[in-house]
Antibody, heavy 123, light 110 residues
Framework: DVQLVESGGGLVKPGGSLTLSCAAS????????MNWVRQAPGKGLEWVGR??????????DYATFVKGGFYISRDDSRNTLYLEMHRLQTDDTAVYYC??????????????WGQGTLVTVSS | QSVLTQTPSASGTPGQRVIISCSGS????????VNWHHQLPGTAPKLLIY???QRPSGVPDRFSGSKSGTSASLAISGLQSEDEADYYC???????????FGGGTKLTVL
């Protein structure tokens, strides 16, 4: 079974940094395009960005709000996805989910999601 | 403000049919397929419908999707209490070069 387990969330002060991890299992991680999606408390889903597989150039795409403050990376040897977040602001407070793309079938979109990790930005 | 537009809430009684709509533009729904995700209270989102009208394995055929032009809809027939959840439409946006979501529709089973 596909399993995605996020970790690394917690309380951070405005202007601070945090790195989230997503441990993947149950599929060939190296071939997968991986995404981060966040959800502020009581709000809807907001796509953060994605990283393609190494075979597809490991290209990164980011949401317009990211503005260079976030960086997505992957370690295929550890089956792990990362999200480095810098210059965090209070409106970055959210549950951060990692999600696979097109694992189930080509063209299916965001198909499997982790349980999420909560990031709270507060002084 | 979400790129895709959904009505914030919908409701129905057990056994009824409910339709949730999603409106976008030519750069997202007009060009690409639509997915629907549902999120039960306190849990992670889960894929419900992909490629406009396809159900992943395990999703009951009570759930169906359709798309026309720059709009899409999710129909739930034979409404059950366990269908009470938030429903989100999603599509790739060619202009933004990213995934975009609707603001979500909270479905209440009365």
């Amino acid at each position: 079974d596909v399993q995605l387990v996020e970790s690394g969330g917690g309380l951070v002060k405005p202007g601070g940094s945090l790195t989230l991890s997503c441990a993947a299992s149950g599929f060939t991680f190296a071939n997968a395009w991986m995404n981060w999606v966040r959800q502020a408390p009581g709000k809807g889903l907001e796509w953060v960005g994605r990283i393609k597989s190494k075979d597809d150039g490991e290209t990164r795409d980011y949401a317009t709000f990211v503005k260079g403050g976030f960086y997505i990376s992957r370690d295929d040897s550890r089956n792990t996805l990362y999200l480095e977040m810098h210059r965090l602001q209070t409106d970055d407070t959210a549950v951060y989910y990692c999600a696979t793309e097109d694992i189930m079938i080509s063209g299916v979109g965001l198909d499997y999601w982790g349980q999420g990790t909560l990031v709270t930005v507060s002084s | 403000q979400s790129v895709l537009t959904q009505t914030p809430s919908a409701s129905g009684t057990p056994g009824q049919r409910v339709i949730i709509s999603c409106s976008g533009s030519s750069s997202n729904i007009g060009t690409n397929t639509v997915n629907w995700h549902h999120q039960l209270p306190g849990t992670a989102p889960k894929l419900l419908i992909y490629s406009n009208n396809q159900r992943p394995s395990g999703v009951p055929d009570r759930f169906s999707g359709s798309k026309s032009g720059t709009s899409a809809s999710l129909a739930i027939s034979g409404l059950q209490s366990e269908d009470e959840a938030d429903y989100y439409c999603a599509a790739w946006d060619d202009s933004l070069n990213g995934w975009v979501f609707g603001g979500g529709t909270k479905l209440t089973v009365l």
